[in-house]
Nanobody, 118 residues
């Protein structure tokens, strides 16, 4: 089993920044990729960004590209999401996820709330 623990959420004014962290523990030998998803109130969960564990290749949702940066620390089994120029529409619960293979994310964190006020 793998456990994911997120931290770093909070309340910020529009234009501000936050940095989310996610640490994986347990059976972390087979990490293929880690990513961030978010779910706003009344909406479905959506992809934000992900990063491959070996090559560090990253991908972003169009809505956050250029404002958010995902990074990883393989030695700490951790992934980070630097969020700049935050907008009220970025308000959501942000979830960290871990994939052991190519097809799907297998493990999810408990989520951390990010609120951006106008």
């Amino acid at each position: 089993q793998v456990q994911l623990v997120e931290s770093g959420g909070g309340l910020v004014q529009a234009g501000g920044s936050l940095r989310l962290s996610c640490a994986a523990s347990g059976r972390t030998l087979s990490i293929h990729a880690m990513g961030w998803f978010r779910q706003a109130l009344g909406k479905g969960r959506e992809f934000v960004a992900d990063i491959s564990w070996s090559g560090g290749n990253s991908d972003y949702a169009d809505s956050v590209r250029g404002r958010f940066t995902i990074s990883r620390d393989n030695a700490k089994n951790s992934v980070y999401l630097q969020m700049n120029s935050l907008k009220p529409e970025d308000t959501a619960v942000y979830y960290c996820a871990l994939a052991t293979g190519h097809s799907q994310y297998d493990y999810w964190g408990q989520g951390t709330q990010v609120t951006c006020s106008s």
